[in-house]
């Protein structure tokens, strides 16, 4: 399975475009597409960053169409770098595309049709993950912290626990962010890996010249996750490109700091 650069509406992002995923609208947008000014040019979808509330809304209405989700079913988290992943409801659906999530969770999960289960990155990596056959869908964000934490690995467990999902059937999509290329780190991001993931870890973690900084792959590390937690690996899509590299296409908090937009993945089952 492929992540692949798609535009529509004048809209650009990334989606699988298996035909597995056919049953569920999903995407991963770029900073390309919107109406937002400098310094959130121009598909800004965080909504506390700064810009304005109607921007804001206008850029989700925009990224929605093109992925074909429905902006008026949103749900939102608010991100704390964990492995808490939070079922959620219609009764959690926000009022407006421009409110900022207020629940602690760095996952997303649903079994409800409709509702569009929405993430935030600006480096951090994006996973979708959905299990056509059980029909249930989680998101998650992985951070370092998260990704230490296995995040991705309890998305797709709770799908097993609570919804009855197999994890065979479960397909995932790791979306666009920081590549080993350019997440140079001290030790403790690589100590945080191990403490996960033990020994495996190391296939992730790169010592750099001088024996002081490392390069770190998170897309690797949160996709070993998801196969530990029994998913096939030939349903796992892995976007390879670096939202710091990236800076005409992305926004990049290691590269930017506060002063940028933020990028969302969302998916909805239809």
Known sequence: MDIKIKRRHGVSFFACDHPAWAGAAHGFSTRLGGISPAPWDSLNLGANRGDTRDNVRENFRRFCAAVGTDPAALVKNHQIHSNLVRPVTHADRMDDPADPG?????????????????????????????????????????????????????????????????????????????????FET????????RSGLGTQAEDFIRPLPGGEKYQVDLKGANQRWLEQAGLLPEHIALCSACTACGLDTFWSHRIQGQVRGSMAAMIQLL
């Open 102 to 182: 207020l629940f602690e969770a760095d996952g997303l999960i649903t079994d409800e049709p409709g509702l569009c289960l929405t993430i935030f990155s600006g480096d951090c990596i994006p996973i979708l993950l959905y299990d056509p056959r059980r029909r249930c869908i989680a998101a998650a964000h992985a951070g370092w912290r998260g990704t230490a934490a296995g995040i991705a690995a309890r998305a797709a467990e709770k799908m097993v626990e609570d919804y009855g999902c197999h994890p065979a059937d479960i397909l995932a999509a790791i979306g666009p962010g920081i590549g080993p290329c350019c």
């Open 186 to 193: 001290h030790i403790d991001v690589p100590d945080g890996l």
